[in-house]
Antibody, heavy 121, light 108 residues
């Protein structure tokens, strides 16, 4: 059973960098699939942020790409998100997810429970 | 990017009724690279449908998807109490992957 768990500060000050980690269990990141981040502002819809492969190859949403850094640590079976220069508009629940199931490599098949990050001074 | 527009915004129905949710894409989604997710309050989204019409593992057969090109539909044949939730469509045809704004299915 693939499980994902986000962790990181729940409060970040404006202009600072948001940092989150997603720990994966039940599946080795090195075995394949892309691993992604999606966010959801309060009361709003879902926005894909970016995804990373175990090799370190990344791709992301152009709307955020200049502020996003993705990394992967296969030894710890986890991957990370850094979002720089945050504003109140970045306040959201951040989800990590495995991008892919055996029959469809690009759907978000497994999700973490999400973590709320509030940007406020 | 491909913009997905879902309708209606809210669907008010009673348990046992049929729900029909629409997702329209701003350009053709090839190979039916469209998925549907269910999200309940305080929970992460759950994959229901991929490839426009294939049910994910463990999804009851009262959920069905159809459509191609720019018009897609999620149908819940008979609403159960646990089906009242928000539903999102998502295209994975071309990056950036995008989601619709959601349809809330609420109890009438």
């Amino acid at each position: 059973q693939v499980q994902l768990q986000e962790s990181g500060p729940g409060l970040v000050k404006p202009s600072e960098t948001l940092s989150l980690i997603c720990a994966v269990s039940g599946y080795s990141i090195s075995s394949g699939y892309y691993w992604g981040w999606i966010r959801q502002a309060p009361g709003k819809g879902l926005e894909w942020i970016g995804s990373i492969y175990h090799s370190g190859s990344t791709y992301g949403n152009p709307s955020l790409k200049s502020r996003v850094t993705l990394s992967v640590d296969t030894s710890k079976n986890q991957f990370s998100l850094k979002l720089s220069s945050v504003t109140a508009a970045d306040t959201a629940v951040y989800y990590c997810a495995r991008q892919g199931i055996s029959a469809a490599p690009w759907v978000f098949g497994y999700w973490g429970q999400g973590t709320l990050v509030t940007v406020s001074s | 990017e491909i913009v997905l527009t879902q309708s209606p915004g809210t669907l008010s129905l009673s348990p046992g009724e049929r729900a029909t949710l629409s997702c329209r894409a701003s350009q053709s989604v090839s190979s039916s690279n469209l998925a549907w997710y269910q999200q309940k309050p305080g929970q992460a989204p759950r994959l229901l449908i991929y490839g426009a019409s294939s049910r994910a593992t463990g999804i009851p057969d009262r959920f069905s998807g159809s459509g191609s090109g720019t018009d897609f539909t999620l149908t819940i044949s008979r609403l159960e109490p646990e089906d009242f939730a928000v539903y999102y469509c998502q295209q994975y045809d071309s990056s950036p992957w995008t989601f619709g704004q959601g349809t809330k299915v609420e109890i009438k």
